[in-house]
């Protein structure tokens, strides 16, 4: 029995792995989603049985626990120099003389080069040790970094082994870039923007963000990607070229860029140049402009580095599109959790293609730093989807300017005064009736992934609350269409229309109830989870702390949130209203079950069927807690294969122990 389940478990995480590598390395993939959760449900489930076969490489142990409070630092074995920058043709030239010059004796057709992408994104070291991934850095000041390895881990396109028993080298240290492709980052910020988080100002940011966070399970969602693009250190050096290295690189299931070209003279890099200027905004990432590399190893290490950057290697930038205008006003804007972001009005300008004319200008530590002024002449920038963004300031002497910027004392929409909590960069209107907020908030409730009520824009939202008529989103559906009628800029047929729109929303589902309700943190993700395992909001509602957190990729930050929104009787009350109004606040698909209601659980053991997550939410889906420790107050121990002490304690004080069998019987009964 048990070889077999080892044997299983070998087979399951070889097939993952390769499976992990054609989706996220080769781009394909051979089985369906489907298929692919049901091998790692398998694996898991067996690693449970099996705890001590559990190995650092194990598909199953990407995501890990929290990092204490730092990341350690990592001395790099070499250091991590970086590019020295040219921005035109005529500067390029010069690189390649300067490399002619240092390799004296070598004819020049003799000089080869590999092109490769500069992708926009954060520098890493991988370090493999005898095939296992035992080390991933930042690369830091250059000397020193941080380790990052639990975080690195969660990537999946990143290899935890590699097939080196073949290779001459014991231990290889490679290097790389992370990023985000743009789609990834604007999925990441339309999220953000539903949870009322900051937005990320470009998927760079947003990379760096995401590998510094103290908590992998967070890192582990964000769809982070790697390019392996050099040697860092190897203990037996085995490559005699560049391109050569990146080959084996590939073979060894590495994910490297399928752009790098190799180039046999200057010429070949020079067409490319002009090649990637036109059709680098097609790629699906940001790249700032390209890295040219000698190929030959021997001809490098001849050619050397300074202190800062080798002298075989140079990065070709391409100018991020610009345009001067000038700043024709400053206004606050204030956001669905009454956060207050200062925006420029622009006098309208073309950039990449588009009409740019307001730029956020994010917080005022940047407007200050930038020294931002009402009618400044300015560049603004707008690289690939980024958000137009104020570079800097163009001061004309002799020109007088306006009055430094200030942020305005009191909330622009409802005048409250505003406040700065302490280690935040953002103002905030305390007001939670604020007309400002209240509209975001209801301009949300209405959007496509929350209760998807059409026709009801911010011309109408806008009447709606200047009137004083909605103040609750339950105010909505007591809304009739003559009322709506009476809006201007409103049809009569629109009015109908809208009626029926907010009829139909109110059988949306509790899942986009409780993301259309704008909870902190609570976005579509974590909103349909809780209605997977809650199925009605009353019992939401009366969830603990504990088991709010419990609940799989949940967490103490939303279970905080949530507790916090429910805790309030003005949130209870509007969900009072909604229900009154017919708003389905029940998952009706899944028929919810009392029959746990009041019941205390402690689970002990491996069960076959069940992770212990699984059988929380089980219990927890039909009304029962599970606490950690048996007590007096106990209802039942399910006692799985090989119980701990729980099992002993049951006995002593008498609770009711139920094998995995009775278990089901109780959940199906
Ligand atoms: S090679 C010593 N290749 O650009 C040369 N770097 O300023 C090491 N980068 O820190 C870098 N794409 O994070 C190299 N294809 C590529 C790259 C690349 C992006 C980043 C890297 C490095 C920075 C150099």
């Known amino acids: 029995m048990s070889d077999s389940d080892k044997k299983t478990i070998k087979t399951l995480r070889r097939d993952i792995q390769r499976h992990d590598h054609l989706y996220y390395v080769e781009d394909q993939p051979e089985i369906s989603d489907r298929e692919y959760d049901g091998l790692m449900q398998r694996l898991k489930d067996l690693e449970k049985k099996h705890p001590e076969w559990i190995t650092p490489d194990s598909p199953t142990q990407r995501v890990g626990g929290k990092i204490s409070e730092k990341f350690p630092a990592v001395t790099h074995k070499a250091p991590m120099l970086s590019l020295d920058n040219t921005y035109s043709l005529d500067e390029y030239r010069d690189f390649h003389k300067r490399v002619v010059k240092g390799l004296k004796s070598i004819p020049e057709n003799e000089i080869e080069y590999v092109v490769e992408l500069k992708i926009d994104g954060l520098g890493v070291t991988l370090s493999y040790e005898n095939g296992l991934l035992v080390q991933g850095a930042t690369r830091g000041d250059g000397k020193q970094g941080e380790d990052i390895t639990a975080n690195l881990k969660t990537i999946r396109s990143i290899p935890l082994r590699i097939p080196m028993e073949k290779e001459p080298f014991k231990f290889i240290e490679v290097r790389g870039e992370v990023y985000l492709d743009h789609q990834a980052f604007l999925k990441i910020n339309e999220e953000r923007k539903a949870e009322g988080q900051p937005l990320f100002a470009n998927p760079r940011n947003s990379a760096a963000g995401s590998l510094r966070l103290l908590d992998p399970t967070i890192t582990a969602k964000r769809p982070l990607n790697i390019f392996i693009y050099s040697v860092g250190y190897m203990d037996k050096m085995s490559f ?273 109830v409780l993301h259309a309700l704008g909870i902190r943190h609570v976005g579509q993700r974590a909103a349909s989870l809780l209605a997977q395992t809650f199925h009605s909001i009353d019992r939401l509602q009366k969830t603990t702390f504990e088991d709010l957190e419990s609940v799989m990729e949940i967490g103490p930050t939303i279970a905080e949130s949530l507790r916090a929104f429910f805790d309030r009787e003005a949130n209870r009350e509007e969900i009072r209203r909604l229900k009154q109004s017919g708003v389905a606040l029940e998952e009706k698909q899944r028929k919810v079950g009392d029959r746990l209601e009041g019941k205390q659980f402690v689970l002990t053991g491996t069960m076959e069927e069940f992770t212990r997550d699984q059988a929380k939410e089980k219990i927890m889906a039909l009304g029962g807690r599970v606490t950690s420790s048996v007590s007096q107050k106990t209802d039942y121990v399910v006692a799985g294969a090989d119980p701990g002490s729980k099992f002993d304690k049951a006995k002593k004080l008498g609770v009711q122990v139920l094998n995995e069998e009775a278990f089901k019987t109780l959940l199906e009964k």
């Open 240 to 512: 005699k070229t560049h391109y050569e290295a990146l080959q084996k690189f590939k073979a060894l299931g590495l994910r490297v860029n399928p752009e790098a070209t190799l180039c046999k003279s200057f010429d070949e890099t020079l067409a490319l140049i002009e090649r990637w200027q036109e059709e680098k905004d097609s790629l699906p990432y940001e790249i700032d402009g390209l890295v040219v590399k000698v190929n030959s190893l021997k001809f490098q290490e001849k050619l050397g580095s300074t202190t800062k950057h080798p002298r075989w290697a140079v990065a070709y930038k391409y100018e991020a599109e610009q345009a001067t205008t000038e700043v024709e006003d400053i206004i606050c804007q204030v956001g669905r959790t009454g956060s207050i972001t200062p925006v420029a009005i622009l006098k309208p300008v073309l950039v990449s293609g588009s009409t740019v004319s307001r730029a956020t200008l994010h917080n005022e530590d940047e407007i200050n730093r930038k020294d931002i002024r009402v009618g400044d002449s300015v560049v603004i920038e707008k690289a690939g989807e980024v958000i137009p963004k104020v570079v800097r300031v163009i001061i004309e002497p002799g020109k007088s300017r306006g009055r430094k910027f200030k942020m305005p004392g009191k909330c622009p929409e409802c005048a409250t005064k505003i406040y700065r909590p302490e280690g935040e960069v953002a103002w905030r209107c305390v007001n939670a009736a604020c007309p400002a907020q209240l509209k975001e908030r209801l301009l949300h409730f209405a959007s496509r992934n929350a209760m998807d009520i059409d026709h009801l824009g911010p011309a109408v939202l806008d009447q709606l609350v200047d009137s004083g008529r909605v103040k609750h989103f339950s105010d909505l559906y007591t809304l009739t269409e003559e009322e709506l009628a009476g809006l201007e800029r409103l049809a009569e047929k629109s009015a109908q229309n809208l009626i029926d729109a907010l009829q139909k929303s109110k059988t949306a589902g509790l899942a986009r």
